[in-house]
């Protein structure tokens, strides 16, 4: 699921992140966000490696936090891995179910609720599956409940709170309410490393030939980043939508025509994703977004 090797800034070599653990833990490597990618140079963190070793629920790897540039192999793969759908197993596989936990929902549209363009995804925006799990080899069955990101969404609005289970690689139980996170000048620093948050604000999208600029209004600080023209160390984070994931999209809400009218336009934007990073020239401050399922896009109140 991630790079083989990246480019260590402290040790001027690529190495894979065994050796990275390793130089770590001898004070060699000084920081998990000292990597790049070793073809095009894009900003590159090794998840886990501050983490001490009991509290990591897997070792540390190699993952990107920027798009590869235009051609690089690496990104190329990492594309292709992307653009296979998640199944259940790829999200929730070794995690225990507990009907009290919501899971969230993420795997996308099957071929058959494709032929159903005209639908909005809001029939399905709260689905209770109901699966068979072998608990203690006995042939039990037990309720999923798992919602989609735009139900979390309502509920949250809503001031509801209940327990939500993450999917890997961070899996973790939390609170609804915690799960969320507002947009409004933390600093990098502030924010949690390795986990899945649901980061929210009020947010601008931006119409480009290959993909769609999401900047968000407010700001996030790094003392990593370039000053701005004002000498601050701020900047808006911003999110890159590629247009082929909007060509792809099942429904209605994110297609191309949808998109569009968004164009330059206020919104309230929803993305579910890693801790957000500085990029290689430390100009801008990124998110990743996996694919349109772990994104909301709502009218600002
Ligand atoms: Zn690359």
Same mark, same amino acid.
């Given at each position: 699921?991630? &790079? @083989?090797?990246?480019? #260590? &800034?402290? &040790?001027k070599l690529e190495i894979n992140s065994t050796q990275a653990d390793i130089a770590f833990k001898e004070n060699k490597i000084t920081s998990q966000k000292n990597f790049? /990618?070793? @073809? /095009?140079?894009?900003?590159?963190?090794c998840a886990n490696l501050e983490k001490p070793k009991k509290d990591r629920k897997r070792d540390p790897y190699f993952? #990107?936090? @920027?798009?590869?540039? &235009?051609? /690089?192999?690496?990104?190329?793969d990492e594309k292709a891995r992307k653009s296979q759908t998640q199944t259940e197993e790829d999200l929730y596989g070794g995690i225990e179910v507990f009907p009290n936990k919501v899971r969230i929902n993420l795997t996308q549209a099957t071929a058959k609720e494709q032929g159903n363009q005209h639908n909005d995804e809001s029939n399905s925006s709260v689905r209770k599956n109901q699966k068979t799990n072998h608990i203690n080899g006995n042939n039990k069955s037990i309720q999923i409940n798992s919602r989609k990101v735009s139900s979390l969404v309502v509920a949250f609005l809503k001031g509801e709170n209940f327990e939500v289970s993450l999917p890997n690689p961070y899996s973790e139980d939390i609170s609804l309410q915690d799960l969320f996170i507002e947009i409004k000048g933390q600093s990098l620093n502030d924010l949690e490393q390795d986990c899945w948050r649901i980061y929210w604000g009020k947010a601008w999208v931006n119409k480009y030939d290959e993909f769609y600029q999401i900047k968000f209004d407010n700001f996030l600080c790094d003392d990593g980043l370039k000053p701005n023209k004002q000498g601050n160390k701020q900047v808006q984070p911003t999110f890159f939508v590629a247009k082929r994931l909007v060509e792809n999209y099942p429904y209605k809400k994110f297609n191309t025509e949808n998109?569009?009218?968004?164009n330059r336009k206020p919104k309230k934007v929803f993305i579910l994703a890693d801790t957000p990073a500085l990029n290689s020239q430390a100009k801008h401050i990124n998110f990743m977004l996996e694919n349109l399922e772990y994104l909301e896009i709502i009218d600002l109140d």
């Open positions: 699921m991630s &790079l @083989e090797y990246a480019y #260590s &800034l402290d &040790l790049r /990618c070793p @073809e /095009c140079g894009i900003a590159i963190t993952k #990107s936090v @920027e798009d590869h540039k &235009l051609g /690089c192999k690496q990104g190329n998109m569009d009218k968004m």
